[in-house]
């Protein structure tokens, strides 16, 4: 790699993603109907593939979703990871739209290095990934999620673009 490249993967990189369980559609059998529904449209349009390509979705048949679902790039750069598309309810619930900012300027959970260690693993893997907990994003705040993390690519081979969608119960909200 030349010295003026980027490399996503630093080793000296301080944050080491935690361990997360190898992926299995088992795992959604308690998670809210629109996480499994997703999955289960993601894994018919990839066929034989890896994983699909953005082009393969068709928004109308996300639209019950979409309110809700992120679309994050992934970029060769220092930004790593960036929001291309961030649901309406989603903007709502944050206060504010993170579209076009990268993960680690608008991050919405316990740290920008929890958000990049889910999508670095999904980039490595080429796998879904399902994040399942509790977290406080505000001090008035305590929620229960459950977040599904799926790999786009425009080769087949490459993550180019990770489309999430979380399902939140909250536990706590105070004034």
């Known amino acids: 790699m ?6 996503m993967f630093d080793p000296g990189d301080p944050i080491e993603p935690q361990a997360i369980a190898a992926w299995s559609p088992d795992m959604l059998a308690d998670c809210h109907s629109s996480l499994r529904n997703l999955y289960d449209y993601w894994n018919a ?6 994983m699909p390509a953005r082009g393969d979705l ?3 048949d996300l639209k019950p979703v979409l309110p809700l679902l ?3 790039d ?4 220092e930004r790593r ?4 598309l961030v649901g309406t309810r989603e903007v709502e619930m944050r206060g504010s739209d993170p579209t076009g900012k990268a993960i680690k300027d608008a991050f919405y959970a316990e740290s920008a290095e929890e958000s990049t260690w889910y999508l670095d693993h999904v980039v490595r893997t080429r796998e879904p990934v399902l ?3 509790t977290y406080q994003p505000l001090s008035t705040r305590t929620q229960r999620e459950d977040v599904l993390f799926l790999p786009l690519s425009l080769d087949g081979r490459t993550v180019n673009m990770v489309m999430i969608l979380g399902h939140i119960d909250w536990m706590k909200d105070e004034k």
């Not at 349009?45 to 890896?50: A, I, P, S």
């Not at 992934?74 to 750069?77: A, G, L």
């Open 45 to 50: 349009r990839r066929g034989t593939r890896v």
């Open 2 to 7: 030349d010295e003026n490249e980027f490399n």
């Open 70 to 72: 992120m679309l994050i």
């Open 58 to 60: 068709d928004p109308i």
């Open 81 to 84: 990871y960036v929001y291309r």
């Open 74 to 77: 992934v970029v060769p750069d």
């Open 131 to 133: 994040y399942r907990g």
